[in-house]
């Protein structure tokens, strides 16, 4: 009787240590879909900069002085905003990785509990 509970007892643990590794799996995957979203946003970014600069260039019309505060003005606004994505991905995958860490820190805690059950 008893070895039929400690069997149901580790039953139980596999099943909390699998969907435990589902989520850490999840997890990952969500990680790796909004680290590709803000490597998009910056590439986005540089690009219609890039864009912006030619059109600046093809632009006869500004004088040399407004041509070059308007080119300094993009490129200050192009690098704080890609610094700002910068900074939310670093933000991101500390999060991602503080999260991780503690499901994997409760997945040993449960292996652990399992392999405390006797087998009888």
């Not at 910056?42 to 030619?54: A, K, P, S, V, Y």
């Not at 192009?78 to 499901?103: C, G, P, T, W």
Request: aromatic share 10%; glycine share 2%; hydrophobic share 30%.
């Amino acid at each position: 009787m008893n070895e039929k509970t400690n069997d149901q007892e580790r039953a139980v643990y596999n099943q909390l240590i699998i969907q435990k590794e589902n989520q850490m799996d999840r997890l990952l995957d969500d990680q790796k879909e909004i680290e590709k979203s803000l490597y998009q946003l910056d590439e986005d970014f540089q690009r219609g900069f890039q864009q912006l600069r030619c059109l600046n260039e093809n632009n006869n019309g500004l004088d040399k002085v407004k041509y070059f505060r308007a080119q300094q003005w993009d490129d200050d606004l192009e690098s704080r905003l890609r610094r700002q994505v910068q900074d939310a991905q670093e933000e991101f995958n500390y999060v991602f990785q503080k999260e991780i860490h503690e499901m994997d820190d409760e997945r040993e805690k449960l292996y652990k509990k399992r392999s405390e059950i006797p087998w009888d």
